[in-house]
C-alpha cells in the first residue's frame, strides 16, 4: 500500500534531549513537509522540501532541524534548544508542489 | 500577510441535517485549495483538492465550492452521519508561497443521532 509512515506514534522526550521523529513516504513524491499541532493554534509549518538535498525554514524552524538524503525520507529532528516541544507533529507529502498534499498518521511528542 | 481562517470553530447539528463548513483566505491569488478531516489524535486525511481554475468539486456526499473573488470556500455536507463527527480544516496554496499550505485552525463537528 502507498503511503506515509510515521514512526513512532509516540515519544517521550527528557529535558536537554535531542530525538529524531521518522517519515518514510513510499508514493514516489518530490515534496515532503513537517507540522507542528498545538491545540487552539492549528498547524504550523516547520520545515519543507522540495527536492532531495534540498530543504527551507517554515515559520516555527528554531530548535528544529532535518535533512532530505533521499526521495523517501525526512526526518525531523528536535534539539535541546526547542523550549516547548511537546506538540503533535504531522509530515505531509505531495508530488509536486502544487498537488494534494497526503499526511501520515502523526508523532506526539512529550517531554517528562 | 497570507491568513485562513474558519468559522464558527465548532458546531453541533443532529443526524440528517445539512451544512456547510466555511472558509475565508486573505489574498485571491491562490494555487488550489484542499479540504481535510482530521479524527482525535489521528493525521489528516484529505477529503477534497480545488484548484484556482475550478469552481467546485464533489465526493459522495461532499461538495466544496471556491469563488476567489471573494476569498471564500465552503464545504458542503448533506444528511450528516454520526460518523461524519471530526475537525474539518481548510488549506490554501497561495501563488506567491513556494509549495507551502496555510491552514485554517479548523471547524469541530458534531453530528448527535
Known amino acids: 500500500d502507498g503511503g506515509i509512515t510515521q514512526s513512532p506514534k509516540y515519544l517521550f522526550r527528557k529535558e536537554g534531549q535531542n530525538v529524531t521523529l521518522s517519515c518514510e513516504q513510499n508514493?514516489?513524491?518530490?515534496?515532503m513537509y513537517w507540522y507542528r499541532q498545538d491545540p487552539g493554534q492549528g498547524l504550523r509549518l516547520i520545515y519543507y522540501?522540495?527536492?532531495?538535498?534540498?530543504?527551507q525554514k517554515g515559520d516555527i524552524a528554531e530548535g528544529y532541524s532535518v535533512s532530505r538524503e533521499k526521495k523517501e525520507s525526512f526526518p525531523l529532528t528536535v534539539t535541546s534548544a526547542q523550549k516547548n516541544p511537546t506538540a503533535f507533529y504531522l509530515c505531509?507529502?505531495?508530488?509536486?508542489?502544487?498537488?494534494?498534499?497526503?499526511f501520515g498518521q502523526g508523532t506526539r511528542l512529550t517531554v517528562v | 500577510k497570507q491568513e485562513v481562517t474558519q468559522i464558527p470553530a465548532a458546531l453541533s447539528v443532529p443526524e440528517g441535517e445539512n451544512l456547510v463548513l466555511n472558509c475565508s483566505f486573505t489574498?485571491?491569488?491562490?494555487?488550489?485549495l484542499q479540504w481535510f478531516r482530521q479524527d482525535p489524535g489521528k493525521g489528516l486525511t484529505s477529503l477534497l483538492l480545488?484548484?484556482?481554475?475550478?469552481r467546485e468539486q464533489t465526493s459522495g456526499r461532499l461538495n466544496a465550492s471556491l469563488d476567489k473573488s471573494s476569498g471564500r470556500s465552503t464545504l458542503y455536507i448533506a444528511a450528516s452521519q454520526p460518523g461524519d463527527s471530526a475537525t474539518y480544516l481548510c488549506?490554501?496554496?497561495?501563488?506567491?508561497?513556494?509549495?507551502?499550505?496555510?491552514f485554517g485552525q479548523g471547524t469541530t463537528l458534531q453530528v448527535k443521532p
Open positions: 505531509a507529502s505531495k508530488r509536486q508542489k502544487d498537488t494534494e498534499a497526503f
Open positions: 508514493l514516489n513524491h518530490d515534496a
Open positions: 522540501s522540495q527536492i532531495v538535498n534540498d530543504f
Open positions: 489574498d485571491s491569488a491562490i494555487y488550489n
Open positions: 480545488i484548484q484556482s481554475s475550478q
Open positions: 488549506a490554501v496554496l497561495f501563488s506567491s508561497n513556494t509549495g507551502k499550505l496555510i
